[in-house]
C-alpha cells in the first residue's frame, strides 16, 4: 500500500502561482512513477502531468504545458507540481496518483495508477 497525501491548495487570482504537494508513505517512493490529475465539476477526470521514477522524464497536458512544472524528491518522499500563470479553466481539484512503472516515459491513463491521494481543492478567480 502506498498512502498518498495533497496539499498547497486553495484559492488564487487568475494568473498567480500555486505549489502543490503529495506526500507519500508505505512502500518504497522511488519504485513509483508519479502523475498528477484533476478533475473540475461536471467533469472528467483529466491528466495533467507525470514524472518518472528518478524524475529524469516529465510529461504534461498540453492544456498546461509551459505552465506547470512537476517535480519529485525522492529524499523526501514527496511529488510536486508549480502551477504559474494560472486560469480560471484550471480550477479542480487536483490528484496525485502513484504508479508502479518502471518505463522512460510516465504514462497518462489514470487506469494505469493504483494508489490516489485524496485530493485538495484548486480555484482560480477572474
Known amino acids: 500500500q502506498v498512502q498518498l497525501v495533497e496539499s498547497g491548495g486553495g484559492l488564487v487570482q487568475a494568473g498567480g502561482s500555486l505549489r502543490l504537494s503529495c506526500a507519500a508513505s508505505?512502500?518504497?517512493?522511488?519504485?513509483?512513477?508519479m502523475g498528477w490529475f484533476r478533475q473540475a465539476p461536471g467533469k472528467d477526470r483529466e491528466y495533467v502531468a507525470g514524472?518518472?521514477?528518478?524524475?529524469?522524464?516529465?510529461y504534461y497536458a498540453d492544456s498546461v504545458k509551459g505552465r506547470f512544472t512537476i517535480s519529485r524528491d525522492n529524499a523526501k518522499n514527496t511529488v510536486y507540481l508549480q502551477m504559474n500563470s494560472l486560469k480560471s479553466e484550471d480550477t479542480a481539484v487536483y490528484y496525485c496518483a502513484a504508479d508502479f512503472w518502471d518505463g522512460v516515459r510516465p504514462r497518462t491513463g489514470s487506469s494505469d495508477y493504483e494508489y490516489w491521494g485524496q485530493g485538495t481543492q484548486v480555484t482560480v478567480s477572474s
Open positions: 508505505g512502500r518504497p517512493f522511488s519504485r513509483y512513477a
Open positions: 514524472i518518472s521514477r528518478s524524475g529524469g522524464s516529465t
